[in-house]
């Protein structure tokens, strides 16, 4: 039996689990198509029950891996979608919306993120997303690649404040939120989405993140998915297509790193000193 996926709170009250899944790049290629819709319904199974898709992902394609992932078993899931910045008029929304509802077959988006700051005024994105709310199309929003000055500037529209999380670049090589924005996130309750969790795959061959694995005879990926989640209100959605990632990330709530880790990361891997332009991919 393994140790459940803890939980954090939306500032609703709602539960979510810290340990999702994500999706960019699936719904990309036909041949991998059902093994991808395979890995999120094992990670369903899991209970890696957060599923944060978008409308940009294979244009369309992600979210239709994603309907077949939930088919017959929408209430498994906690869905995360996003508009695209060039769709985040008033009524652009509430279309780009519509449209995601129907490629993934279902009538409501748990979380629905604006994907980064665009030309449209916040005003008019917060707007769209109220009314969807209203219309029971969406349960709440959110927002993405919003930096403290963005999160200043959407907490000053109106309705601004209800603003259910923020999903950022966040991983071990990349820690710049660490001076600020985490520490602002937590402090107002707006859970942290930690996207890119395992730098795309790039932290995989780090020396001392072999050895911390090693040590608790645990995997790097493992390491650095811990060493997120550990962090109050932080989410983290790796992307995997393959079914023993699945198990293997899911695994990750087993490990419990010591205070002789993370010096050790400290050292491999700064925390930032001064406020860094927040970084995206
Ligand atoms: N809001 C935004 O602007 C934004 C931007 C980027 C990403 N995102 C979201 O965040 C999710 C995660 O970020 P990401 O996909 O960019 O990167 P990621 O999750 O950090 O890394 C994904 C890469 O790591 C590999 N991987 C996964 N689990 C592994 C494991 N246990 N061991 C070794 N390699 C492993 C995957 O390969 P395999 O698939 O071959 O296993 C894939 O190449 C996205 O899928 C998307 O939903 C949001």
């Known amino acids: 039996m393994q140790d459940p996926i803890p939980t954090t709170a939306l500032p609703s009250g709602q539960t979510i689990p810290v340990l999702g899944q994500g999706t960019w790049h699936m719904g990309e290629k036909k041949t991998s198509a059902a093994e991808e819709a395979k890995c999120l319904r094992h990670g369903l199974d899991l209970g890696m029950t957060l599923i944060d898709t978008a409308e940009m992902y294979a244009d369309g394609g992600a979210e239709r891996i994603v309907a077949e992932a939930i088919r017959g078993r929408r209430n498994d899931a906690f869905l995360v979608s996003k508009v695209l910045p060039s769709n985040a008029s008033r009524d652009g929304t509430i279309r780009a919306c519509e449209s995601s509802l129907k490629r993934l077959g279902t009538d ?11 030309r449209y005024p916040l005003r008019e994105t917060v707007e769209a997303f109220e009314s969807l709310k209203q219309a029971g199309k969406i349960g709440a929003w959110g ?17 601004g404040g209800h603003v ?3 999903q950022v670049l966040y991983n071990l090589a990349r820690r710049g939120i660490e001076y600020d ?10 859970p942290i989405m930690a996207y890119s969790p395992l730098d795309e795959g790039r932290l995989m ?11 608790h005879q645990a995997t790097v990926a493992q390491v650095a998915l811990a060493f997120l989640i550990r962090n109050p209100g932080v989410i983290v959605i790796p992307k995997t297509g393959t079914q023993e990632r699945v198990r293997e990330n899911r695994a990750t709530v087993e490990v419990h790193l010591t205070d002789d880790d993370l010096a050790i990361l400290d050292r491999a891997f700064p925390p930032p000193g001064r406020k860094m332009p927040l970084e995206m991919i």
């Open 205 to 215: 061959r780090h020396p001392d993140l072999i050895h911390i694995a090693k040590a």
């Open 181 to 190: 924005l985490l520490k602002d996130s937590q402090s107002r309750g707006i």
């Open 164 to 166: 259910a999380a923020n």
């Open 108 to 118: 409501h988006i748990d979380l629905y993120l604006l994907h980064w700051r665009g």
């Open 143 to 159: 927002v993405s690649n919003f930096d403290p000055d963005d999160m200043e500037e959407l907490l000053g529209v109106p309705d």
